[in-house]
């Protein structure tokens, strides 16, 4: 069992304590049996249901429009540590609806987030493309006036989670207000719409459902703009800065996890006539992971406790818990496996399949090295 001594923080409120506790029970119960690794499809379509009937969809596309992030960032700590499949299912209903939650009209609101709520629709961010991941203001897919009330989008996306399998997409695209960042705006756009089409599924070392897009005279109403023309610069930013510190708590579990093999192993392991415990050395890789975990967890949970006490923005706390926390558990994952020895590499071991999970966490919905300048920019003003 994890260490739960961190629910005693401050940051957190009573509700938060019992929340943690439902999702851990949920969890332990259910998703044995709803992942099967070998079918990344069916496994979040299974786990997306479950998690709607279990009420987990609620904090993903709230109901209120109000995000709770300490409660967000909880339920992906405890899905991510018992299996990254289970996070992944859960993240995305909130990161390809959170454009919505924050910017939709009441009617694209009732549209969409009842199903995703539900677990009866998935839904998917679409921002990424070919030629623009890091640097968002060169996103070219081509938002275009066309028939009266209508939107022509034409051009590619790629790395698009739950590309493939999602019931609506988040496009982002350039809709030409102004250059660069000032000319981008968000759409709507169901996936059976004719022009969208998967060009390509993506395997990656750690599979979950992915894929690049083709847009091809791909027509959505007007209606379905997200905020106003030539701001989906802004939705695409406000839409990361909440769920860059949930990225950074879906590491947290992880590494958590591993942390835990690593104690029964340490305890168990005997290594010159004693357990691999009484070594000095392993004592200090444990006190150095131990050490990663809280701070990360404190980097995660100031983010999250600060948008809650109702800061406008946390694009600097939120860039801080994303990068502290990924690169911790990138390094706690990795002792993990040096202390596991030759087990640590077996596929399918724990340590190994973390090694696998960790490493994306390090490179999407912004990479380190773009926290960084985020991070500075804010503090140059
Ligand atoms: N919330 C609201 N508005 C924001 C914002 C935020 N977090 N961040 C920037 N903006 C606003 C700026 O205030 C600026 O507004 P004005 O034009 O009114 O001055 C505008 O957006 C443009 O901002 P900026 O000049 O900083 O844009 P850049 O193109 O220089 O941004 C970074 C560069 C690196 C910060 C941005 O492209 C980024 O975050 N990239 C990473 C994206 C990412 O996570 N990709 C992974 C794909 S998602 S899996």
């Known amino acids: 069992m994890p260490d739960r001594s961190f629910l ?28 099967d690794h070998h079918d990344v499809d069916g496994s979040c379509r299974r786990l997306v249901a479950s998690l709607g009937e279990a009420g987990f969809l609620g904090f993903a596309a709230p109901e209120d429009g109000c995000f709770d992030l300490r409660a967000l960032c909880l339920l992906r700590e405890t899905f991510a540590r018992h299996d990254g499949l289970a996070d992944f299912a859960f993240a995305m209903q909130g990161l390809g609806t959170g454009a919505l939650t924050l910017f939709g009209t009441p009617a694209q609101r009732a549209q969409v987030l009842p199903g995703v709520r539900a677990g009866r629709s998935l839904a998917a961010f679409a921002l990424t493309e070919p030629e623009a991941g890091s640097d968002v203001a060169q996103i070219a897919l081509t938002a275009a006036p066309d028939a009266a009330g209508f939107v022509r989008l034409d051009g590619e996306k790629t790395w698009i989670s739950n590309g493939g399998i999602a019931d609506h ?39 979950h459902p992915l894929a690049r897009l083709r847009f091809a005279g791909c027509r959505v109403p007007e209606a379905n703009r997200i905020g106003e023309a030539g701001t989906g610069f802004k939705v695409a930013m406000a839409t990361l800065d909440v769920f860059r510190a949930t990225v950074g708590a879906a590491a947290l579990g992880f590494a958590r996890r591993a942390l835990d093999a690593t104690l029964a192993r340490v305890r168990t392991r005997q290594l010159f006539g004693a357990p691999l415990a009484a070594l000095q050395l392993t004592q200090t890789s444990l006190a150095e992971m131990a050490t990663a975990i809280d701070t990360a967890a404190l980097q995660v949970y100031r983010a999250a406790w600060t948008r809650d006490a109702g800061a406008p ?23 993990a496996v040096q202390l596991h020895g030759g087990e640590g590499v077996r596929a399918g071991s724990v340590p190994e399949t973390l090694y696998r999970e960790i490493r994306a966490l390090r490179i999407y919905e912004g990479a380190t090295e773009v926290q960084k300048l985020v991070i500075a920019r804010q503090i140059l003003g």
């Open 313 to 335: 923005r946390i694009t600097r706390e939120a860039a801080m818990a994303k990068m502290v926390a990924t690169e911790a558990a990138q390094e706690v994952v990795d002792r």
């Open 169 to 207: 997409y988040v496009v982002f695209a350039r809709s030409g207000e102004a250059p660069g960042a000032r000319g981008l705006s968000a759409f709507l756009v169901p996936a059976a719409t004719p022009g969208l089409a998967v060009a390509e599924r993506l395997e990656t070392i750690a599979p």
């Open 8 to 35: 005693d923080w401050p940051f957190f409120e009573p509700r938060h304590r019992d929340l943690a506790a439902a999702a851990e029970d949920w969890a332990a119960r259910s998703v044995p049996g709803l992942v």
